[in-house]
């Protein structure tokens, strides 16, 4: 057993997969001095080639990646933050999702882009979004955003692995901050797949990334109240695991969708959506969608940011409302 | 801080008055003193989030920015301190806008990377690397429809070059034949890449290959730049068209305040520092008798005052107030 960083989990796994597979090689800004987060650091050195330094220019590091997987290599890019990736967003919408579907098949793309997204470091404007609501529209593609340390390394591995594009999301404020023990291997883990990390009988709480924690934060001061609350590790957003959301939600009859983006247009309103078309009958309460505000960026001051970024303690709050519900 | 005041003086010999020299003078160990600062603020944790130093470029922005008359343009990047100094902006209220206060030039909002003000006609720092570049073509396409008379100058680093805007920026420029000055502040990497690893090209040959002038410069020498800079903004403004400004410079500082510098040597950064800016000015004044040892020492003085009354101000400075935060979202209509 090792206690591992989600940093030292997304190292380990690229490291992994760079030993596992003489087809995967690694490109972005930075990457071969470590990168700003050093999640490519000592890679170079393990792995002499493998590794490729790129130019300021997004939108080629995914048109690149597309080709190479096209023609039988396995990219793992890396865009510096989530919020450098807009002008990469053609190359996704108009090639990498519909690749499989225009070639009926006859090609993959064996292809990972990993970001590091997400508020809470004083990033501001430009170094703090979540830009999940966009790739989540884009059938074909994948979109995993993983919460603990070991779903990092196990579901990177299957990114790595699965022959179609996969946009991975890596929480920036939980890099240093979340650990866990982890074994020996690395898990099998299914994309596409979501998990129940805690089970109670009052409502669920559906989160990701560092709202994760957050949350599962939430629920245990709840429970001291006596609130039980069931906390649904999303794990991969597209697709979606609809058989475990409508689950727990047929479970519990409340249900909280807590994400960090802004409200409207949110991934939260397709699971909301969901539940309340296939499981409307087992409702005890409306949907409850806890999110950012609906304003155009997170802002620098450090109150503001605080007030941006939904925290346990709103949750809770949210939570304690919904059970008296 | 302007160079207004002393612009209707005669010229000396290399084209700049003993008083312009010492305003030089005077923004550089500004610049200089305030970057040093904001670092140790940084690291009190009194600022947060990325914040990039711009020590050891200060000539490019002093050398180039005095040009510009109050009715021309800035766009600039996220290394803007320096840039918002040049241009007059409140010392006092860019730290605070360091600190997130709510007397920052941005009113907290954006930090160190999105200095902005409009009074100044500083449109703003951008954090998303070559970004603004086709804004600053879109600003001079309009002040020519508008048949004004204002030349947009446009900063950016040598990382910007290889993406795509840099492209579609100058070739519309030059098509348009718009009055912008591209400047750009070769410092010679792209946070920890060498940008003989970035750039197959030379950067003014391929300005020069989107057929408007384009000269390297000693982005070190702050006479050097104001005189070349002259000379790109009087092309500008007589309806050349384009030009293009590559400055030759390095920072002395990491990339930003979490780097830990893996990709150059001390030795290096020690050999760029022999070249400073400060001192080469500071030399030529002394030699032609521009400048004594006292009057230096009374400037030295004053950039200290300077900048403690700035921390003074952005430390008094209140919080912004949570209630602003749905403010402006949308312009009502007919503001
Ligand atoms: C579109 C985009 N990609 C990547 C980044 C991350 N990044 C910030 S600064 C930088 C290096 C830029 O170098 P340069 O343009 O030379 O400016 P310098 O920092 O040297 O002043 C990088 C890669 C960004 N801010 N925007
Ligand atoms: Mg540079």
């Not at chain 1, 695991?241 to 479970?251: G, H, K, S």
């Not at chain 2, 040049?86 to 907290?108: I, T």
């Amino acid at each position: 057993m090792a206690v591992m960083t989600v940093l030292e989990a997304v190292r380990t796994a690229l490291g992994e997969a760079l030993d596992a597979d003489a087809r995967t090689f690694i490109l972005g800004e930075d990457v071969e001095t470590g990168g700003v987060f050093r999640a490519t650091e000592g890679l170079k050195a393990r792995f002499p080639g493998r590794l490729i330094d790129t130019p300021l220019a997004e939108s080629s590091i995914v048109g690149v990646s597309i080709g190479a997987a096209h023609y039988g290599m396995r990219p793992i890019a890396e865009i510096q933050f989530a919020d450098f990736i807009h002008s990469a967003f053609d190359q996704f919408v108009s090639e990498a999702s519909r690749w499989s579907y225009r070639t009926r098949g006859e090609s993959s793309l064996p292809m990972v882009v990993r970001t590091p997204w997400g508020g809470g470091v004083h990033g501001g404007q430009h170094h703090s979004q979540s830009i999940e609501a966009y790739y989540t529209h884009l059938p074909g593609l994948k979109v995993v955003a993983p919460s603990f340390p070991a779903d990092y390394r196990s579901l990177l591995r299957a990114s790595v692995d699965d022959p179609n594009p996969v946009l991975f999301l890596e929480h920036k404020r939980t890099y240093r901050l979340i650990r866990q023990e982890i074994d020996g291997a690395a898990a099998e883990t299914v994309i596409g797949r979501s998990r129940v990390t805690r089970r109670g009988g009052d409502l669920t709480i559906y989160a990701y990334g560092l709202m994760l924690h957050e949350s599962l934060a939430a629920a245990e001061s709840l429970s001291a109240e006596g609130i039980e609350c069931t906390v649904v590790d999303l794990l991969t957003l597209l697709p979606l695991d609809v058989e475990t959301i409508l689950e727990t939600a047929r479970n519990t009859g409340k249900v909280l969708i807590v994400h960090e983006d802004t409200l409207t247009g949110g991934f939260g309103g397709e699971i909301a959506a969901l539940i309340a078309e296939h499981a409307f009958e087992y409702l005890d309460a409306p949907v409850r969608r806890l999110a950012a505000p609906d304003i155009p960026a997170m802002p620098y001051a450090h109150a503001m940011e605080a007030f941006f970024m939904p925290d346990r303690d709103k949750i809770a709050t949210a939570a304690r409302e919904l059970a008296a519900y | 801080m302007s160079a207004s005041a002393t612009r209707q003086r005669p010229a000396a010999a290399n084209g700049v008055t003993p008083e312009q020299m010492e305003t030089f003078l005077h923004q550089m160990m500004l610049i200089r003193r305030f970057e040093e600062k904001a670092g140790e603020m940084y690291t009190k944790g009194k600022i947060h989030g990325f914040l990039h130093l711009y020590t050891g470029q200060e000539a490019c922005a002093v050398g180039s920015i005095n040009v510009l008359e109050e009715r021309d343009h800035i766009f600039t990047h996220y290394r803007d301190h320096g840039h918002a100094l040049a241009r007059g902006l409140d010392p006092n209220r860019v730290m605070a806008e360091l600190y997130g206060k709510a007397d920052g030039v941005s009113g907290g909002r954006g930090g160190s990377m999105h200095l902005y003000d409009v009074s100044k006609n500083f449109h703003g720092g951008y954090a998303i690397v070559a970004g603004h570049l086709p804004l600053a073509v879109g600003m001079a396409l309009a002040t020519e429809m508008r048949r004004e008379d204002a030349v947009t100058m446009c900063i950016f680093g040598d990382g910007s070059v290889a993406e795509g805007e840099f492209h579609e920026s100058l070739n519309l420029a030059a098509l348009w034949k718009t009055p912008v000055v591209f400047f750009c502040e070769n410092n010679l990497y792209g946070m920890g890449v060498p940008l003989k690893e970035s750039l197959s090209a030379n950067i003014a040959t391929l300005a020069k290959a989107y057929k408007m002038p384009a000269a390297t410069i000693n982005g070190m020498d702050v006479i050097e730049v104001y005189r070349e800079m002259k000379k790109a903004v009087a092309h500008a403004r007589k309806g050349g068209g384009p030009y293009f400004i590559e400055a030759m410079t390095y920072r002395y500082r990491a990339h930003s305040m979490s780097d830990p510098e893996l990709y150059r040597s001390k030795s290096e950064i020690a050999e760029y520092r022999k070249r400073d800016a400060i001192e080469r000015l500071k030399k030529a004044m002394l030699d032609s008798g521009a400048l004594d040892e006292t009057r230096y020492r009374e400037l030295e003085a004053q950039v200290e005052r300077e900048v403690d009354e700035a921390v003074e101000f952005a430390e008094r400075s209140p919080q912004p107030a949570l209630s602003t935060l749905y403010d402006k979202v949308y312009v009502e209509a007919g503001q």
